[in-house]
Nanobody
């Protein structure tokens, strides 16, 4: 059974950093990151199998996506975090979703 699992969430002050991980049980070339807050799911970032990366405008310059193919893991490095970044961050690929990891940024 193919699974995605996120980790690395936590609580930080404004301006802090966190690195989220999305680990799949198999190699999944394209992975997206989304966050859920206030009942809305918002696109955060996406990496394709060829390494093309797309970011939501509000996270450009602060968030960075990378991957370790040997570990079937995609990372989301989040710097200069803001309260509006608070939410449950989930990764998705091949129609599957991980359970999510909570990120809380306090002012």
């Amino acid at each position: 059974q193919v699974q995605l699992v996120e980790s690395g969430g936590g609580w930080v002050h404004t301006g802090g950093s966190l690195r989220l991980s999305c680990t799949a049980s198999i190699n999944i070339p394209s992975i997206g990151w989304y966050r859920q807050a206030g009942g809305k799911r918002q696109f955060v970032a996406f990496i394709t199998g060829s390494g093309t990366i797309t970011y939501e405008d509000s996270v450009k310059g602060r968030f960075t996506v990378s991957r370790d193919s040997a570990k079937n893991t995609v990372y989301l490095q989040m710097n200069d975090l803001k309260p509006e970044d608070t939410g449950v961050y989930s990764c998705t690929g091949q129609g599957l979703w991980g359970p999510g990891t909570q990120v809380t940024v306090s002012s």
